[in-house]
């Protein structure tokens, strides 16, 4: 009996607890609720990290001033310094950091937080660093020189042309890290950005590629571009800063490839040892001519080259051995092609005055210069495109203009007629040694790419049977 009841009670478990399953076991076809749309919650989180940052940059303001031909001062005020702070702000950039010297150029940056001065850095232009002054209830609390640590970095960067070629990029050239949050909140990340994408377009478009593609017609909706570039980091800001284009390929859409590919060298007829950067075609020929065709970025010519003009401040005709551009006050003025200095300075009726010595017996001339630019003196090795001066109206002159005018042989030409020569190709070794380079360069470049970049179609030719080949 028992056995019996230990079997009728396995039974009844057995039993009770199908009767359980089936009851509390919902359907198959039953909604359940929907599944965990985990993406959903990561890209609303990510919203309201933006939302927060951007009212975090709202209560933040920061103002730029920088040092003219004044002094240190007037600098600071321009900051909204005044008053007892105005005094100890510069007592510690004087006495404690010992920065006794400022420099036209040099920068400063004041940063407030809901209108109370937090931060102040001051950035000297002969310095990798800056100085950095914390404060607390309007006084300063602890101040240091911080050193601007550097280290260059390559990139790849693909673009396609749907607009205009600032467009594009403006929509792939933008570094993510290019600030330390890696998005633009404040008018200075915009600004940053604008910087980045203006030299990036300005060395692509002025110079590396300016005579082989012309920006306004040829560029089409479909083209490519391929860049590799070098850029600075700066890991104590977390900023990135755009510093050089090392490669590049334009793939038009309908047909037709422009490349430029790397070589460093040390030109001849330099002085110093400096290593420079040139660029040239798949075969080792110059991307450049010799000169440039105009020595200011935009401007009209007001008086031509001509061997009688009435002078306009003089009054009397004589002639008039170069070509003179008006642009505005201050606009940039570039060497047309590489050279020495050889004048820098005052020079009678020209004003201001640069003379360049080129290579091939050439010389070329640019007066009546506002100002010249800094880091040159006489002797110094400058590259074509490089800014030498600002466009003014110093000496004989009655508005803003350059007196441009270039020699041969010490005779005078028309550089609007003077048919300029290429600059010279590669050969020989340097041509060897940059064929291999070009190929290793390719080949990493595709890797940071991910595809195969594009290249002209080899056309094969057609072997000659010589007759000892034939025997």
């Not at 673009?159 to 070629?165: D, F, G, L, P, Q």
């Not at 201001?352 to 110094?380: D, K, L």
């Not at 600059?423 to 595709?446: C, H, K």
């Amino acid at each position: 009996m028992l056995r019996y009841r230990r079997n009728w009670a396995a039974v009844a478990l057995i039993i009770a607890t199908t009767i359980i399953t089936i009851l509390f076991t919902k359907s198959a076809d039953e909604d359940t609720g929907n599944p965990w749309v985990f993406y959903q919650d990561i890209e609303l989180m990510e919203n309201c990290r933006i939302e927060m940052l951007t009212i975090v940059a709202d209560t933040i303001e920061v103002f730029s001033s920088t040092i003219g031909e004044g002094f240190l001062g007037g600098a600071v005020r321009e900051l909204g310094i005044s008053g007892g702070q105005y005094l100890v702000t510069c007592e510690v950039l004087m006495d404690s950091l010992g920065w006794t010297v400022q420099r036209t150029g040099d920068t400063l940056t004041a940063i407030y937080n809901r209108g109370e001065l937090g931060e102040l850095r001051a950035f000297p232009g002969n310095r990798r660093g800056f100085y950095r002054i914390l404060f607390a209830e309007g006084s300063p609390c602890d101040w240091e020189y911080v050193p601007q640590e550097r280290w260059i970095r390559q990139r790849a960067i693909s673009c396609e042309i749907s607009t205009t070629v600032w467009e594009a990029l403006w929509d792939s050239a933008i570094p993510p890290d290019l600030t330390e949050s890696g998005i633009l909140i404040t008018a200075r990340d915009t600004s940053r950005a604008v910087g980045f994408v203006s030299e990036l377009q300005h060395e692509l478009t002025d110079r590396l590629f300016c005579y082989d593609i012309d920006f306004y017609y040829d560029v089409k909706v479909g083209d490519h571009l391929w860049l590799l570039v070098e850029e600075n980091r700066y890991p104590i800001d977390g900023e990135t800063g755009f510093r050089r284009i090392l490669a590049a390929k334009y793939k038009f859409a309908h047909g037709g490839l422009a490349e430029a590919f790397p070589f460093f060298h040390k030109p001849e007829e330099a002085e110093s040892a400096e290593i420079i950067l040139d660029h040239y075609h798949r075969d080792g020929a110059s991307l450049r001519t010799m000169f440039l065709k105009m020595p200011v970025p935009y401007g009209r010519i007001s008086s031509g080259y001509s061997s009688a003009r009435q002078h306009p401040v003089l009054g009397y005709t004589r002639a008039h051995r170069g070509i003179d551009y008006a642009s505005p006050l201050g606009t940039e003025i570039y060497a047309v092609g590489d050279g020495t200095i050889t004048l820098r300075g005052w020079s009678g009726g020209y004003g201001n005055m640069i003379r360049i010595r080129h290579a091939n017996g050439y010389e070329s001339g640019y007066g009546h210069m506002n100002g010249f630019a800094s880091g040159h003196s006489v002797g110094s090795y400058v590259r074509q495109g490089e800014i030498i001066g600002y466009v003014g109206s110093t000496g004989l002159s009655t508005g803003p203009h350059v007196h441009f005018e270039l020699k041969k042989g010490g005779s005078y030409v028309n550089p609007a007629t003077e048919i300029m020569p290429p600059a010279d190709p590669l050969e020989g070794t340097e041509l060897d040694r940059f064929l291999f380079e070009m190929s290793v360069i390719e080949a990493q470049w595709s890797m940071l790419v991910g595809i195969d970049l594009p290249a002209p179609e080899v056309v094969a030719e057609t072997e000659t049977i010589t007759e000892e080949q034939e025997e």
